[in-house]
């Protein structure tokens, strides 16, 4: 069975979204499989952002989601890239269907409550880098 990284951001833990976001999944029918509460390293940040190293925006970023305590987690079920993102919604909350979880609960970019992989291949390398094999059900 497929699994994906998933996180609640620094801005969801702050506005008590933390139940909303694991209730959406859950309720859908996904498998959770791996979830901690972390606040998380520059180091480890920039590692999982590596790919928008050269965007404008980097440094905010990575402020952004050291800014906090996020939710980590790792979600499994059929095409679980699909469902996810789908469930999550367009980058941009102005851009997000209603219904989404950034469509329902978020309107900026910079703050739009959930990070979800966004391949299979991602999704292998963000699981290993935020959990260790022991911290996920078999
Ligand atoms: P996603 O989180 O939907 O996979 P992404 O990987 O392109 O989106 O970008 C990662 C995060 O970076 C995104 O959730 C919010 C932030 N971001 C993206 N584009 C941005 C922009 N134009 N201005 C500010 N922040 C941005
Ligand atoms: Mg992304």
Redesign the pocket.
Known sequence: MERSFIMAKPDAVERRLSAEIIGRFETRGLRLVGLKLIHPSRELAETH?AV?RERP?FN??VEFITSGPVVAMVWEGRDIITVTRTMIGA?NPVNAAPGTIRGDLAIE??T?LV?GS?SLETAEKEIALWFAPSELLP
């Open positions: 952002y928008h925006f905010d970023l980058t970019v910079a739009n990070h966004d």
